[in-house]
C-alpha cells in the first residue's frame, strides 16, 4: 500500500504529467472548464491531506468528462480515486475503481494498473495475485532500467512468501549489470540494495545481509531518500532482534521518527511492533498501549474514510440515476399532460420517487449490514480454524492412524481409542466455550465464577474468594469482558502447562478499581518469565484498559498473578 500522503502526490504528479502530453487544456466546453476546476480543488485538497474532499472533487470531475467523452481525463480521475482508497486501506473498493479504469484500454498506463493492484494483493497477503500483477506490468515495460522496479516487486514478493533464493536469483544479476551506476537511478539502486540483503539474511547468510543493507541505508541517507530509509531501518531491526536488542531498539526508533515525519501509520505500527517484541518487562509492556492505541486509531478513520467513500459513490449513482430517470419522466410527463391532469400526474411521479429514494436506501444500507456480518463471521471462522488446526489436527492424525493399523477388537487397546476420542471431544468443548460470547448484564457474576469452576476436575480443585461486595453493575462492559477473557486465559494457561492440583482464584474491591489474585501450585516457569501466547494476550488486554498487572513465579512454589481494572 502506498502509505504515506506524500507517496500519493508525487504519483499524482507523474500521472498529470502524463496526462498533459496527450491532452490540451480545456477552453471551449462551459463544462469542461468546471470539471477542470473541480480538478483543481481534488488537488489542493490531496495536499492538505483531505482525502474524502478529495475523493469527493475526482468524482464531480469524473462525471462531467463521461458526458464529455475525454478518455485521459477519465483515466486520471479514476486512477487517483484509487489511489486514495487504497491509501485509507479500502482495497475492494480500489480494485472496483482500478478494473472500470481498464476497461477504457489505454494500453499505455497498463503497468501503472497493475502494479497497483499488486501493491494491494500484497498488502492483503495474496502473494500469488501479486505476482501474477507484477509480472503482467513486467511485460508492459519498454527498457531493461523500466523493468527494474517489477522486478523488484516479484523479488520482494518471493522474499516474503519464504523463497528468498529466488529473489537472490533476480536480484544479483540487476546489480550485477552496473545498469543501477548512475546518480538518477540511486533510489532504485537503494531499493535493490536493501531487498538483496534482506534475501540473504533470510537464508542466514549474514555478513552478506549486513553489507548490502549498509550500502542501501548509506545511499538513502546521504541522497536524502528519507522515506526509502524507513524500509532500511525496519529490515535492520530485524536482523539485529536475536544478535542485539540495544540495536534492533535503535533501528526501530530511527524507523518509527522517520514514519512519524512522513506520517506513515502502517510503518509506525510496524516500528512500535519491534519495540513491544523487544521490550517485555515483567509486568508492563513499555509500547504496548501506544502500539494499541495508534491501531485503534487508525483503524477507526480507515474504517470512517471507507464509509465516506462509499457513501460519495452512492450518492453520485443516485444523483445519476434520478437524473436518468428525471429526464424520462419529462418526457412522459409532456405526452401525458396532454391527456390528463397535471396535478395528478405529479402526484403520481412524487410517490414514485419517493419509493425509489426509499427502496434505494434501505438496499444500501442493507448491504453495507450485510458485509459488515460476513466480515466478522469471516474472522470468528478464521479463528477457530487456527485452534482446531493448531490443538486437535495432530490428535485426530493420531486417532485415525491407531484405528487403521491397531486391532480394536482387542479390549485395552478399543480403550485407549476410546479415551484418546473422549480427549478430543472435551478440547472440542473448550474451544466451543473460549470462543462463546461473554454476557455482561445482570448474571455477569454468576456466569464468570461458572467459567471458573469449570475448568475444575478430579485433580485440579479450585477455590474462590470473594467477601460478595463487588458491585459488578458498576462495572464498565468493556472492562468486564477483559476480566472474564483474562481469566479465561489464566485457567487454559493452568490447564494446559502449570500441572498444578490447587487453583486460588481472589476478588477485592479497592476503591476505584478491583483487584483479581490469580495463585496455583503447579511448576511455575523460569526466573525470566518465558510468556506464554495467553498471557501475553491477557497482559495486552489488561493494558488497554489502563489496568496493571503484576506476575510472580517460582519453579518450586507454583504461579501467582495479581492484576486490577478500573470500575
Known amino acids: ?120 494483493s500484497k498488502e492483503q497477503k495474496n502473494y500469488d495475485d501479486a505476482e501474477k500483477y507484477y509480472s503482467l506490468s513486467l511485460k508492459t515495460v519498454k527498457s531493461k532500467v523500466d523493468s527494474i522496479s517489477p522486478l523488484n516487486n516479484i523479488a520482494a514478493i518471493y522474499t516474503e512468501n519464504g523463497e528468498s533464493a529466488r529473489s537472490i536469483a533476480i536480484l544479483e544479476p540487476i546489480l550485477k549489470s552496473r545498469i543501477l551506476d548512475v546518480d538518477s537511478l540511486q533510489d532504485k539502486k537503494a531499493r535493490v540494495l536493501d531487498n538483496l540483503g534482506f534475501s540473504y539474511f533470510k537464508q542466514n547468510r549474514n555478513q552478506e545481509a549486513l553489507d548490502y543493507m549498509g550500502k542501501s541505508l548509506a545511499i538513502r541517507t546521504n541522497k536524502d531518500l528519507s522515506y ?41 505500527l510496524e516500528a512500535l511492533s519491534f519495540l513491544m517484541t523487544n521490550n517485555i518487562k515483567s509486568g508492563k509492556n513499555l509500547y504496548s498501549s501506544q502500539f494499541l492505541s495508534l491501531n485503534d486509531s487508525i483503524t477507526k478513520v480507515r474504517n470512517n474514510a471507507k464509509n465516506q467513500f462509499a457513501k460519495i459513490k452512492y450518492d453520485s449513482q443516485i444523483e445519476k440515476e434520478e437524473n436518468q430517470k428525471l429526464k424520462l419522466e419529462r418526457a412522459d410527463n409532456l405526452l401525458k399532460l396532454e391527456k390528463t391532469k397535471t396535478q395528478r400526474l405529479l402526484l403520481i411521479i412524487g410517490f414514485g420517487l419517493l419509493v425509489i429514494l426509499i427502496f434505494w436506501v434501505v438496499r444500501f444500507f442493507k448491504k453495507k449490514n450485510r458485509k459488515e456480518k460476513q466480515k466478522a463471521v469471516h474472522d470468528t471462522e478464521a479463528r477457530i480454524s487456527k485452534q482446531l488446526h493448531d490443538e486437535l489436527a495432530n490428535d485426530v492424525f493420531q486417532a485415525m492412524s491407531f484405528a487403521r493399523t491397531q486391532d480394536l477388537e482387542i479390549p ?35 456466569n464468570l465464577k461458572q467459567m471458573i469452576v469449570g475448568f475444575e476436575s478430579e485433580d485440579v480443585k479450585i477455590i474462590i474468594k470473594d467477601n460478595h461486595n463487588i458491585k459488578w453493575d458498576k462495572v464498565q462492559s468493556e472492562n468486564k469482558v477483559v476480566v472474564y477473557r483474562v481469566l479465561q486465559e489464566l485457567m487454559v494457561n493452568m490447564k494446559k502447562h502449570s500441572q498444578a492440583s490447587f487453583v486460588v482464584v481472589g476478588f477485592e474491591d479497592i476503591g476505584n478499581a478491583i483487584q483479581i489474585k490469580y495463585s496455583d501450585n503447579g511448576i511455575g516457569m523460569s526466573e525470566k518469565l518465558n510468556l506464554k501466547n495467553g498471557l501475553i494476550n491477557a497482559e495486552n488486554r489488561i493494558l488497554s484498559i489502563k489496568g496493571t498487572i503484576t506476575f510472580e513465579t517460582d519453579s518450586n512454589n507454583g504461579f501467582r498473578l495479581s492484576f486490577s481494572i478500573p470500575k
Not at 235 to 252: D, G, P, W
Not at 437 to 445: K, L, N, Q, W, Y
Open 1 to 120: 500500500m502506498i502509505r504515506s500522503p506524500f507517496l500519493v502526490l508525487m504519483f499524482s504528479f507523474v500521472l498529470f504529467s502524463s496526462c498533459r502530453d496527450n491532452v490540451e487544456l480545456p477552453k471551449s466546453s462551459n463544462k469542461q472548464i468546471q470539471a477542470y476546476n473541480y480538478l483543481q480543488e481534488a488537488g489542493k485538497y490531496l495536499k492538505e491531506e483531505k482525502f474524502d474532499s478529495a475523493f469527493l472533487f475526482y468524482n464531480k470531475s469524473l462525471r462531467i468528462y463521461v458526458k464529455e467523452k475525454d478518455t485521459a481525463y477519465i483515466y486520471y480521475c479514476l486512477y487517483q480515486k484509487a489511489v486514495v482508497q487504497q491509501t485509507y486501506g479500502d482495497y475492494n473498493g480500489s480494485e472496483e475503481t482500478l478494473a472500470e479504469l481498464l476497461k477504457y484500454k489505454l494500453k499505455k498506463y497498463d503497468g501503472l494498473i497493475y502494479n497497483q493492484l499488486g501493491i494491494i
Open 228 to 268: 526509502g530509509a524507513i524500509e532500511s531501518y525496519l529490515h535492520l531491526a530485524e536482523f539485529y532482534q536475536n544478535q542485539s536488542l540495544q540495536k534492533s531498539n535503535q533501528y526501530a526508533l530511527k524507523a518509527y521518527q522517520n514514519a512519524t515525519i512522513h506520517k506513515s501509520i502502517d510503518e509506525r
Open 412 to 446: 485395552q487397546r478399543k480403550e485407549t481409542f476410546l479415551n484418546a476420542l473422549d480427549n478430543i471431544y472435551s478440547r472440542t468443548r473448550d474451544i466451543s466455550r473460549e470462543n462463546s460470547e461473554v454476557i455482561t448484564g445482570d448474571h455477569f457474576e454468576t
